[in-house]
């Protein structure tokens, strides 16, 4: 079975910072685009960053010079470093993969469980 686990959400002030991570783990073969969507109370899910395999990086523009996508190959983990963060920032952040499992054909969409992002003072 394959999931992704994320973690390093919280509550932090406006202006502050914070790290979210995203382990994949499982019967991995390979894993192709690793990104990240949030959903505030009532809103659909956004679309905020993604990475490719190669390390090639796109993000929405609400977050540009603030959110940074990373990720470790070796690790299988994707991070995003936010700062200057904003109450408009508050939401459920989701961890996204295209992994393929070992046995399968072909890549798969995967989803972590959300961690929970609150700014406020």
């Known amino acids: 079975q394959v999931q992704l686990v994320e973690s390093g959400g919280g509550l932090v002030q406006p202006g502050g910072s914070l790290k979210l991570s995203c382990a994949a783990s499982g019967s991995i073969f390979s894993i192709d685009n690793m990104g990240w969507y949030r959903q505030a109370p009532g809103k659909q899910r956004e679309f905020i960053a993604v990475?490719?395999?190669?390390?090639?990086?796109n993000s929405v523009d609400s977050v540009k010079g603030r959110f940074t996508i990373s990720r470790d190959n070796a690790m299988n983990t994707v991070h995003l470093q936010m700062n200057s963060l904003k109450p408009d920032d508050t939401a459920i952040y989701y961890c996204?993969?295209?992994?393929?499992?070992?046995?399968?054909?072909?890549?798969?969409?995967?989803w972590g469980q959300g961690t929970q992002v609150t700014v406020s003072s």
């Open positions: 990475i490719t395999s190669g390390g090639h990086t």
């Open positions: 996204n993969a295209q992994i393929w499992p070992i046995g399968s054909h072909h890549f798969d969409d995967y």
